[in-house]
Every structure is written in C-alpha cells, then in structure tokens.
C-alpha cells in the first residue's frame, strides 16, 4: 500500500482565480523522506494541506481527480482519524502554539494529552523529544513568550512527540541557524530509519541533497520531476523550476563548463570530494611520471 | 532527565510536571472545587445575614484567607484596587442619585440623602462581597487547574479550552498592543510623551490588533487539529490535581454545612 | 557619520545580559552581515541601533546623537529596523494604508508621499498586493511588505533581521536587487542572517557575535578561514568552502568561482 496515491489532482481555493495544483498525478511510497522544492506559490503547501487532508476538511474549494492516503480515498477518512495517523508541521512558528498552555513542557504535552497517552509515557516522550531537539532550557518558559526561532523548535516538537506513522513537515528551519537545522534534519533522518514515511517541504537544498530519497519539484501548482534525488538534482528541471542546486553540483556543472568535468554529478560534498581527490590524485601521479 | 529534577519540580511555581504540584500551603494546596464551595458559602453567608455587617464581615474573611493561605500582599493590592475603582464608584453613583427624605448637603444639582447614602453603602459592599470571593478565588487558583477540575468532572475539554483560550486572549492582545507599539516607534510614530501623544498612536492600532486576533483563529483551529485535539479519544492530562484527603473534603463539607444552616436558621427566625 | 556603539552594554529586565561590551561601527552606505548562533545578541544590538532599546551601559550615537536623549521614534526616522516576524510589524487592513502609515503621521504632501510609496513598492516588488490585507498574504510577500513599510522613510541606515528566511530564489533575487538600490542610493543595510550563501555573495563586511560579544569583523573570507570563530559562533562553513579547505586547496575560498581555478 503506498502512501499517497494522487491521480490528475487539481485544486482551486475558493475566491481564488488560479488553480493551486494543476493536474498533479503522484505516487508516494512508504518509508521513505520525500524533499518537495519549488518557489514561493509553486503549490508546495497545498500539496502539503492536500496530503494531511486540510483539503477538503478545513480549506474550501474545488477538489478534482482522486487522492488516495493508505489506500483509501481521501474523502472516506474520518477527519479525527486522518489527524492521529499523519503528523503535520506548518510553515509559519507563529501560529502553531497551542494558546492554553504557560510552560513548553505542557505545549509539547498537550498533542499526546488529546491522543490520550498515559501520563508516564508523556512525560517520558516529552523529555526525549527535548533533549532530541535541545530545548530542555526552554521547558519551562511560557511558549507564548519564545523567539521564533525557539517556537519554530517548540511547533516542530510537538509534532514529532506524538509519534505518528506519516509526517508532512513544511519549512521546519526557516527561523533557525544552521546548526539547529542540521540538528532538525537529523532527527528527520531519524524518524526515516524508524519506518515513518515523511513528505518535507524546505529551500535548504544543501540539505534535501543530503538527506532526502526522493525529490518533487513543483512550479505553477504542477509537478514537474518527481525521482531519486540526485538524479532530480542533476536534471535541467531544477532550472526550469528556479530552485537552486547544492553548490558542489553547481561546482561539478562550472568544472564540466571549462572542460575539467568530474565525470559525474555529485549532490553532496563527501561525493565531491572524492571525485575532486581522485582527480588530484591522478594529476599528481601524471605528474611524477613526467617529471 | 535534568529538567525533571526533583528539586526543580517542587518549585512552588505550579509549573512542576513530574509529581504532584504543592504550594507548601494548605490552603493553596486544597482541591480546586472545595476552595470554590467554601468561598461560595462564605459569601453566601455574608449576604444573607442582615447589612451591613455580614457583608463587611465577608470581606475581612477574605482577606483573612488570604494572609492564611500566604497570598494575603496580592490579593489585598488587587482587591484595594477594585474597591477604588469599582466599589466606590458604584457607591458614589447611588449616594447621589437616589431619593430620600434626608438631605445630607446640596451641591448645585447633587443633592445626596442619608437614604442614598445607606443604599449605596449596602450595594457595594454586596458588589465588593461577590468581587472579592471571585479575586481571592483566582488568587487562590490557578484557572489550568480550575479548568483541569471541571474537566475531570466530566466538562467537554472544547468547553475549558475556549475559557482558556480567552483568558490567553487577554494576555496576547496587551503584548500585540505592545509589539504594535514598538513597531510604531520603529517607523517614525511618537508612543512615548504626554497623554495626547500616546492616544493619537495608540488609537489606530486598536481594531488591527483586534482583527489580527480574529484572523488567527482559523489558523489556530487548525493547529489544534494538528494536535488530534478532536482526536475522539478520551484526554489524559500531564497536570494532575492533588488528591484531596479526607479531613480536607470534611472541613469543606461541614464549613458549607454550617454556611447553610447559620442562613436557614436565620430564615426561620425572621 | 556612522551608527557608533562604543563599549554597549544591554541587559533585559530579568537581568539576563544579552549585550556585554560591544564595540561597532556601521559607516553611511555601507552593507554588512551580523552572523551567529540565536541567542548570540544579534537582535539586541540591531535594536540598540534603532533606539529601540538603550544601552545600560555604555554609548550608542547615531550621526553623533546619542540614542540616549531622544525618544525610538526620532532615531527611529534615521535608522529604519524591519522586525524578523513581519506579523509584529505590519498591522494595517490592506497594503496601501500599512505603506501610508508614516507619511500619513508625519503629514507629508500627497505628490511626496506617492513618491516614496512607488520607490518602496518597486524596489520590493509587491506591486500586485497594493490592495491586499497583508494577513491574507504569504509569508514571504508580508515580510517584502514590512521591507516596503520601512524604505517609505527617509532613513539613511536599515536593519533587516533575517531577510532571507523562507525566501525562494526569485525572492533572494528580489532582496539583493533591492539592497543594491539602497547602496546605490548611499543607504547603509544591516543584515542579521543565518544565510551564509547570502552573506558570501553580497555582504562584503561580516560581524560575527557569539555570547553577546562580537568575536569578528572582517570579510566573509576572514571569517571563513577563522576556525576559532566559527566554533564560537557555531557557524558552519560554505559547502565549497568547506571541500576546498578539506582537498588543501584554500582556506578563503567562499564562492565557486573562488575554487574553480585550484581544481586539476
């Protein structure tokens, strides 16, 4: 059973004069990190809505074609059930605050509160997730008070705390520096190596390059390439799409410009580092032997 | 398990999650649904028996309660100050206003009687009785475990989150006033000075604020979503309420017991 | 006559110091990045620039007027700060009124003001929002609106805090067009960012922080080939930065262009 089955989906946000997706047919497997790029209003989010079933639950509109989740049809799942299996981060800290809570600890508590977990196991999640996420400092802050770096960390705990079998993750680092979102992007790489299936929307493309299996690149609400990473990363639709590539495949494409090609397309720096040193190491060898 | 620290969760900050929270104060520390039948007897009481002693008598239990349970500083600041601005305002209302034989003074218009004066008297304090018995129950209480009781005895969670959520709402437009504030000051617009100055900023920014608020709840019901707030399962809770021993739910009964029957027994006498 | 803080001191009122002895100068159209961890005490001292906030200790003078005797607001028309969250910033019902807003309190002429709102609309690139309610609006596109609320003043410096943050590529593309404009207009732009593409490619002066103290000041090279910087400030090196360092070929390598030659 695959994870998300959607065939020729097109959506229109009521009021709206635009489709926001646009005959999007899309196989996503289980069990596997999903990195969807494209640029601001390419349809990143509304797939995101699409897949958690915000659409049609909570986001009036027009729905056509047909969305699968698990296998069922999107418009059979009972909407409190589809909110238990598929954990969603949204992109904007700002709003993704409980409201009722003073201490973080009880924030983060308060999704597996509602998914009647028994108190020794909540807390227990809850102090794994934080020291996962390194806020432990934060526990007792009221979360109505933190930066939006901090609340960024707090939403994306709360989450992940209630364990679901599927997350859709959008833009989960926009506020943090680049330690933490390593530190955000390795526990997603984390929650992958313990079966979930993840669908995570993120401009880090450095990032996406090294941990995400497969990519979808999305302009003007349609799906353009959909694939294993580094050969999505290597195609001309990441061009077509503005999305950047990782700087060492764009150092690969200059090399290839000046005729000193590596012979592959490397998307992340261990991979170019190898081809770069196995290159340096045949020069010096040409080298001696000349000499 | 640093941030659970035994030493950190007995802070008296009712923030503690592993554990019961205890103030270190009997009085604090009682079920949150005796502290409110023993307040809603005394107060009771104070009504009932004939003005206006038994409505002064009220009053000063309370405050007694308050120095007993250790809030005695904060409750008589907050209460000194509703009794400014609302006791003696109603008070004045009605010594001016109300007719009677015997005018005590005349002032232009104002012509204040000693029937004024009494009636005033007596409905305020009656306003004071009831507004003190709600402060000291909120200073008493923290309103999560309030709502934490009422739930427990069988209130929808949807119902406590709206009372919650709007307490919140209180909060969070003071600070978003403030954060307007400061973006105001950022481009250019005068808060700080004189009266007129802080109006002529602070009244444009009133109806944003309110609808920013407004706008936020849409997003706010989805991110409850996203927390399976409607998940259908029963809640389980991290805070959990102190057990109220026996000795304490006797103290409650007979205090409520001896409430009702000093008011019955004055009904039958009169 | 720059924004000077000689020796800054700033600690918020639970008496956490968040600003501990920090000696800057921002020169008139000048660019430079502030870099570090959060919590480092980037936000405090851009907000110690703008009057914002004020010194417990030491001076901050902006045009050599300290920020001390004057209220935020009048710093504040010299030294323009656009929030990290636009949500904290913008609050008007629909574009036009939030860009309206100073020229409106100030009371300039309608053709001046027309003048200044076309300049910060073109300039940010939310020409087709004019009539929007910014709360409807994307999160990228509120934050170009909060951008284009502060350039309608006249101010000759602007603090940006995190402008990057959730931009796309047109979205970066539109930023450093902008900033370009500004510099060419002579207006200093103060970038706090965790974007360290951005900062290589278009802030030739960087200023790394780390625990309320600045620990660099200098190019993004410098700071780059620093390896007792970037530990303190917990920052991580450019991708190409980094494969050039580990293959021996450069230590102040920060663009493509910059390793391309040193490649066999």
């Known amino acids: 059973m695959d994870l998300a089955t959607l065939r020729d989906v097109t959506f229109t946000y009521a009021y709206a004069e635009m489709p926001a997706l646009e005959g999007v047919t899309l196989q996503l497997q289980r069990g596997q990190l999903y990195g969807v790029v494209g640029i601001n209003g390419s349809g990143k989010s509304t797939l995101c809505s699409l897949l958690r079933g915000l659409i049609p639950h909570f986001h009036q509109g027009t729905l056509e074609g047909t969305v699968e989740i698990l296998g069922k049809d999107l418009g059979e799942w009972d909407a409190a059930e589809l909110s238990r299996t598929i954990g969603c981060v949204f992109d904007n800290p700002f709003t993704q605050i409980s409201g009722i809570k003073d201490t973080v600890f009880e924030e983060i508590a308060f999704g597996l509160e509602n998914l009647g977990v028994s108190r020794s196991d909540m807390l227990d999640r809850v102090t794994s997730v934080s020291e996962q996420m390194g806020i432990t400092a934060l526990l007792r802050k009221n979360p109505n008070e933190l930066s939006g770096g901090q609340r960024q960390k707090v939403a994306f705990a709360s989450i992940i705390a209630m364990d679901s079998e599927v997350l859709v993750i959008d833009e989960p680092t926009s506020q943090l520096d680049p330690q933490s979102s390593h530190a955000v992007f390795e526990i997603i790489a984390d929650l992958k190596a313990r079966g979930k299936s993840i669908v995570l929307v993120e401009h880090k493309i450095d990032l996406m390059a090294q941990f995400a299996d497969r990519l979808v690149v999305m302009r003007s609400g349609e799906v353009v390439a959909e694939g294993p990473t580094a050969q999505v990363l290597a195609s001309p639709a990441m061009d077509a799409a503005d999305v950047p590539r990782p700087e060492v495949t764009d150092l690969a494409f200059a090399l290839e410009a000046v005729g000193k090609g590596l012979g592959c397309v490397p998307v992340t720096r261990r991979e170019a580092e190898a081809a770069i040193a196995t290159r340096m190491r045949g020069t010096q060898i040409h080298a001696d032997r000349v000499a | ?270 | 006559m720059p924004i000077a803080l000689h020796d800054v001191h700033f600690a918020y009122p639970d008496s956490t110091p968040a600003v501990k002895g920090v000696d800057l100068t921002v020169e008139r159209g000048e660019r430079l990045a502030i870099v570090g961890q959060n919590g480092a005490g980037k936000t405090t001292t851009v907000k110690l620039m703008n009057g914002l906030l004020r010194p417990t200790r030491g001076t901050v003078t902006v045009d050599g007027m300290s920020t001390a005797t004057r209220t935020t607001a009048q710093v504040a028309r010299q030294v323009g700060y656009v929030f990290q969250n636009p949500d904290d910033q913008v609050f008007a019902g629909d574009v036009e009124a939030e860009l309206t807003l100073m020229p409106r309190y100030l009371r300039w002429d309608a053709a001046f003001t027309a003048e200044r709102v076309a300049r910060a609309v073109e300039m940010t690139g939310i020409g087709r929002y004019f009539g929007s309610n910014p709360n409807d609006l994307p999160f990228p596109v509120k934050k170009f609106v909060a951008i284009a609320a502060i350039l309608v003043g006249t101010c000759d410096y602007v603090i940006l805090d995190e402008p990057t943050a959730g931009l796309d590529r047109p979205g970066t593309r539109q930023l450093v067009a902008m900033m370009d404009r500004l510099e060419d207009e002579g207006i200093a732009v103060v970038t706090i960012t965790h974007d360290m593409r951005f900062v290589a490619d278009v802030c030739p002066r960087v200023v790394a922080m780390a625990d309320g103290t600045v620990i660099a000041d200098g190019s993004a090279a410098d700071v780059f080939a620093d390896d007792d910087v970037l530990v303190r400030s917990q920052l991580q090196r450019l991708e190409v930065a980094q494969l050039a360092r580990n293959l021996n070929l450069t230590d102040r390598a920060t663009r493509i262009a910059d390793v391309l030659p040193l490649i066999p």
């Open chain 2, 1 to 270: 398990m640093s941030a659970l620290s035994p030493e950190a969760a007995s802070a008296p900050s009712g923030g503690t999650f592993d554990g019961v929270v205890s103030h270190g104060n009997w009085i604090r520390d009682m079920h949150p649904l005796n502290v409110a039948v023993v307040l809603a007897s005394i107060s009771l009481l104070a009504l009932a028996t004939p003005r206006p002693v038994g409505l002064v008598s009220g009053c000063v239990a309370f405050l007694g309660i308050a120095v007993a349970a250790g809030v005695g500083g904060s409750f008589a600041r907050l209460y000194a100050k509703l009794v400014v601005g609302v006791g003696l305002v109603l008070f004045v209302l009605r010594a001016a206003f109300v007719h009677g034989n015997h005018v005590l003074f005349e002032l232009g218009p104002l012509a204040p009687t000693w029937e004024g004066v009494r009636e005033g008297t007596t409905f305020a304090l009656v306003v004071m009785a009831l507004c003190g018995a709600l402060t000291l129950y909120f200073v008493l209480v923290p309103m999560k475990t309030f709502m934490l009781a009422l739930e427990l005895k069988g209130m929808p969670p949807q119902a406590t989150y709206i009372l919650l959520a709007s307490f919140q709402a209180i909060t969070d437009l003071g600070r978003s006033a403030r954060t307007v504030m400061d973006a105001q000051k950022s481009r250019g617009i005068e808060t700080e000075g004189n009266l007129w100055v802080r109006a002529r900023a602070f009244v444009p920014i009133l109806a944003p604020v309110f609808i920013t608020a407004l706008n936020q709840t849409e997003e706010r019901a989805i991110a409850l979503d996203a927390r399976a707030f409607n998940s259908g399962i029963p809640h389980t809770h991290v805070l959990q309420l102190r057990p109220a021993p026996a000795w304490e739910r006797a103290a409650t009964a007979l205090t409520a017991a001896a409430c009702l029957a000093t008011i019955g027994a004055g009904l039958l006498w009169t």
